[in-house]
Each structure stands twice: as C-alpha cells, then as structure tokens.
C-alpha cells in the first residue's frame, strides 16, 4: 500500500478534525485557592516573625552572646559556621527550607506571595530572593539565645509553618503546574524540615539547655571533642601484622576496600563543619527535587500514550510513513515504541539518581580525608601542590558560597546527565537491542560490517604491535628489562606509522568519549577537579572547594581548639588542678609542635603558644585582651615567628620519626 494509494481511499477534507489522536477525557485542574490565604498568611507571619525578633533582642540584652557582643549585634549571627560541637539540625533544616522555597518561586507564577502581578516577574523573583531568608531567619534566631524563651518562640513560630502548610496542601492537593500533584510532592521535603523543627525545640526546652550562660565560641572551647580528637591521635596504635606471602591484596579484599571507599561511615571523634552537613542535606533534597520533576514528566507522557488510537495511521500518512495496512497494527506499533523511549528515559532518570547518590558518598569520604590530612600539616597529598592555609579574600568569597554551588551544581549535572544517557540509551536499543531481536532495521551492522577490512587491519596492527613487544622487543636478564632487536623494533614503528594513524583516530574519538562522560558524572562533585592538575584553578568547582578547605582548616583546627580550651580551663583552676592541667597540656603540646613544624600555616600558633603560657602570669602582656606587642618579650617572639630555628625543626623531626 503507496502513500497515492492513501490519498486516494481517505478524504482529506475533515483531515484536520480527525488526523490528532483522540485522547480520553483530561481532567482540567483549575487554580486553586487554599482557605488559608498565601497572601495573609505571609502578612500575619511576617509581623509575628518581626515581634520574635524584637522580643530576642530584648532578651539578648540581658545576656551575653559573646566577646564585646549585646543585643541585636549577636542575633545577626545565630549560627556560627565555624563550629563544629554545636547542634546542626536547626540550621540544616532551615537551608533545607530555603532551597525548596527557590524551586517553588521559580516555577510559580507569583514569586512573590504579596502580589498578583505577571507583567513584572523578575522584578518580584528578586525581592523573593531575599525575602524568604528574612522570614525564615527568626527560625535559627530563636536558638542563638539558649534560653527557655528562645525555645518557646521557636517552637510556636515552626508550629504555625508546618501547620499552615499542611493546612494548605490538604486544602489544595491539585494544581495546574506540570502535573497535578507535582506541587504536593515537590513540597514533601520543605514539610519534612518544618516537622524536624517543631519536634526538634521541644526537644531541646525539655533538655534544659536554657541554663546555658556561656557565649558560643566558650562553649565550642569548652567541649569535649577537641580533646577527645586529641587524645584519639596520640594513642598508640597497635602495629599490624604484614603477611610475606601475599604480595598484592586478593581479589575479594580489593573488591571490599573499592567498597569501603565509597561508604561513609561515622567516627565519634569526628564531625563534619556545619557548612559540608548543610551541602550534604541540600545535595539530597535536589536530588530529590530534581527526579520528582523527572517521573512527573513520565506521568504525563504514559497519559498521553493511553490516548493513542486508530487516527494515528492517518497522521503517519500525512508524513508519508506507511508502517502497516492494518490500523490496529500500526496502533501497536507506535504504543510499542512509544512504551520503548519511555523506558529509556525511566533508565536514564534512574541511572543518573544511582550515579549522584555513589558521588555524594564518595564526596563524603574524601571530605572528611582531606580535612584529616590537612588537620596534619598534609597539604601536598591534599591539594598536588603547596599551598598556604591562610584566610583571603577569594578564598572567603568561596566559604560562602559553597553551600549555594554545591547545590546548583547537583541539579544542572542530574539534568545533564538524564539528557546524555537518555540518547545513548535511545540509540543503544533502537540501533543495537530492537534490531538484533526482530532482525530488521540492521542499517548499523550494515556499514559497520562494510567496513570489516578496515576494522580486521587496524585490529591485526594493534595485536602485531602487542606480540612482537612483549616477545621480541623486550628481553629480561638478570631480573631487569631491556630492549632488543633493536633495528626491527625501527623498522616496525616505521611501516606502522599510517595504520597507527588511523587507530589513533579511533583512540582519539574514544578519549572525548571518555572524557565527557567522566565530566559529565562527575560535575556534581566539588571535591575534584575536571581539569588537568595544573590547570586546576580555572576550575571553578574545585577552586571553590580548595578555598573552602582552607578557611576551615586554618579558623576550626581541632588542636588549636583544645589547647586553647585547655589554656582556658587552667587559668581558673586552683594550684592542685593547674598542675593536672599542665599535665594534659605535655601530650598535647607535643603533638601541636610537630604540626606546626610540618605545616607553615600553623608555624604562628607555635609562637602564640609560648605567649599564651607567659600571659597567664603576668598581666601586664595584655592591652584590652591583646598581646602587648611592645615589650621586648613580644619582640622577640614575633623574630621567632618570622625565622623559625632550624633545630626546632630538626628536633620536631626526629622526635616524630
């Protein structure tokens, strides 16, 4: 049957009327307008939001939030970043919050929850940039105090949240965006945050941390972590046992140790910083997010397909595309087909999720590696290089950011990633699968078989080359290797060089092949570089995680911690308690001498340790809590700051050998 043929017997008058298929009644899904108002809602909470905050700063007046620090000058910084004993549900949930009110706004139509205006919705979008961070703030405020009435309003500010959302999305489970539950299931996690906060202030008004007098950066000295981290790197390890006859690891114990690596596993003397919690969190709630928007899709795909009727024969006409006489046959075709690509997208969705979720672990791991290394003094196996961990200015732009690019980067990959696999697959069953089980369509193997003595010679090059190299051209004598047959080894690589041509454009193709997809997986992950090492500064990813690692390292090393917290501690213990103290301090100075030998970064904490000591008896060293740098004690420690003694090194050295 022609495509005349088709003209002939089918009357194209009414083509237009009956060429679409015929799908089943959609249900059209109308706006819907909760009973509790998204713009009052905003409007009431946002003035009780600003009655919490004043109602903090009246009560952080009475109490000290820090060094030199009262009233609203402490709230403008709840959460201190650089602490790692502190409680990081409360901010965690927050960002969490956060990132699921920027999916929401970008696909809403009203960014902004004040107004009704479409003509200016970038405009709206801006202020909702920064207005949703000032509404939710008071939600970490109220746990800056410790304080019973700091809790009580937390608790009462995450209720009315989860309450009115939840209110709101029984009352409004349809709406018209993408798919009809869409909106419900993208807010799941942004209900699941809200919920961790109106458990977790209960939870903590019950524990009775409003007793806590102590300013923030007292309690993170105070702590027992540092010590406890301390303590865990001086004890003596048991030596283990190397077995001579085993050379190389077996098979199983490589296979369990690749494992391993890509497994995080807790430590209880070690914990994340806040900022590498938060990342991680915010990497799996996009994604999340990002494969939510992903089935949705799916969803709406395999409704249209169950639409598909006879009509689609007569539209395949149109395009001179006769897949069969009978219409019920061409029906099933294209519902074959269709249900095909859909399985290949399901596969790339799912692919992509499976690869993101193996990187996010493996970051993890390597996250905590690298800051342990660093923790040493190990710049070089950290960073290929020698750099120096000092605060800068690109390198605190980084800090912050971090948290933000980790998260961007997990959804533009996953959509990268869904996207490429999604046409490899495509073309790996319409091309390869499909075609070798009905033995049609075999075009591919066609030309690839066309071809078999291009592909016979370049094969048999690369095999003669691989004989005669580990036969002819190498000799071993002695238990060392060496060329041989010299001039036949010239005389090959000359006859060869055209062939090895034409492989090397093979090699070639393979390599971006290779590289892309390695790229491609891997842009999700900051923690290495998609570049070569010395071009690896121009990798933004990894220059931001480079700096971040610095700021960490050089603001929240653990020993420094402890011996400062240590210093702390003796200067109000009596006579008995000092020495113990001082005792304590031994071991730990120790091990704080060797790491600032080996590290050039932490060479100024070696000084400031012995000032430190000087101080506690004598106050006349301090101005304002300052070191006095004018007396001649001072000088002369800041010359030793500058110049380090080589014997200092040379005795850190063989101590630690």
Request: proline share 4%.
């Amino acid at each position: 049957m022609s495509a005349e043929t088709v003209k002939d017997d089918y009357d194209y008058s009414d083509w237009y009327e009956n060429a679409l298929p015929t799908k089943p009644p959609v249900e059209v899904i109308p706006p819907c307008d909760p009973t509790a108002d998204e713009g009052l809602f905003h409007i009431c909470i946002a003035a009780i939001s600003l009655v919490v905050m004043l109602v903090l700063a009246i009560l952080a007046r009475r109490q000290k939030l820090g060094d030199n620090q009262r009233g609203l000058t402490g709230l403008l910084s709840p959460v201190n970043f650089l602490d790692h004993t502190q409680h990081k549900g409360l901010a965690v949930a927050v960002y969490g919050i956060l990132f699921c009110k920027l999916l929401g706004m970008v696909l809403s139509h009203h960014p902004l929850p004040f107004t009704k205006d479409v003509t200016n919705k970038e405009f709206w979008l801006i202020l909702a940039l920064l207005y949703y961070p000032a509404l939710y703030y008071p939600l970490l405020a109220c746990g800056t105090l410790h304080n019973k009435v700091g809790y009580v309003l937390g608790s009462l500010l995450s209720w009315t949240h989860f309450g009115v959302l939840v209110w709101q999305k029984v009352d409004c489970p349809k709406t018209p965006q993408i798919y009809k539950y869409y909106m419900l299931f993208s807010s799941l996690p942004q209900i699941a945050c809200l919920a961790f906060l109106s458990f977790q202030y209960p939870l903590l008004l019950f524990k009775g941390l409003q007793n806590t007098e102590t300013s923030n950066a007292s309690e993170d000295l105070s702590s027992s972590y540092y010590r406890d981290y301390v303590k865990k790197i001086l004890k003596k390890k048991k030596p283990t046992k190397i077995s001579c006859s085993a050379s190389k690891p077996k098979l199983f114990e490589r296979l369990r140790d690749a494992a391993k690596s890509y497994i995080y596993t807790p430590e209880d003397v070690f914990r994340f910083p806040l900022k590498l919690a938060i990342s991680v969190v915010v990497a799996f709630i996009a994604l999340y997010q990002v494969n939510a928007s992903k089935k949705m899709l799916i969803h709406v795909l395999l409704i249209d397909l169950i639409g598909v009727d006879e009509n689609i024969a007569f539209l395949l006409a149109g395009f001179n595309i006769i897949l069969s006489d009978d219409r019920q046959e061409v029906v099933r075709i294209v519902v074959y087909y269709l249900w095909c690509v859909e399985i290949c997208y399901l596969s790339a969705v799912t692919l992509s999720c499976l690869l993101n979720l193996l990187m996010l672990m493996r970051s993890m791991v390597l996250h905590r590696s690298n800051l342990k290394g660093l923790y040493r003094g190990d710049v070089f196996n950290v960073y290929n290089c020698h750099r120096s961990i000092r605060p800068s200015r690109p390198a605190l732009v980084c800090w912050m950011g971090f948290t933000s690019y980790q998260a961007s980067f997990i959804c533009l990959g996953m959509v990268i990633q869904t996207l490429v696999f999604f046409i490899c697959i495509l073309f790996a069953v319409f091309l390869v699968i499909i075609p070798i089980l009905y033995g049609t369509n075999l075009m591919l193997f066609h030309i690839i078989g066309s071809m078999w003595p291009f592909w016979l010679m370049l094969f048999l090059a690369v095999l003669i080359q691989h004989l005669t190299s580990r036969f002819l051209f190498v000799k071993k004598d002695a238990g060392t290797r060496d060329l041989n047959n010299r001039g036949s080894l010239f005389l090959l690589s000359y006859m060869l060089f055209l062939v090895n041509v034409m492989v090397g454009v093979i090699v070639g193709i393979w390599r971006i092949v290779t590289t892309a997809l390695f790229n491609i997986v891997h842009l999700g992950r900051l923690d290495i570089s998609l570049l070569n090492r010395n071009v690896e500064p121009f990798d933004p990813g990894y220059r931001c995680y480079a700096h971040y690692l610095k700021i960490e390292v050089s603001q929240s090393h653990p020993v420094i911690k402890a011996f400062c917290g240590l210093l702390l501690q003796t200067s109000g213990q009596d006579s008995v308690s000092a020495q113990r103290m001082r005792d304590a301090e031994e071991g730990l100075s120790f091990y704080f001498f060797i790491t600032s030998v080996h590290d050039n970064s932490m060479i100024i904490f070696n000084s400031l340790e012995s000032n430190l000591f000087q101080s506690l008896d004598s106050n006349s060293n301090f101005i304002n809590g300052a070191l006095n740098r004018s007396s001649k004690e001072g000088s002369k420690k800041e010359d030793s700051i500058k110049e380090p003694s080589k014997e200092a090194e040379s005795a850190a050295t063989t101590t630690e050998d």
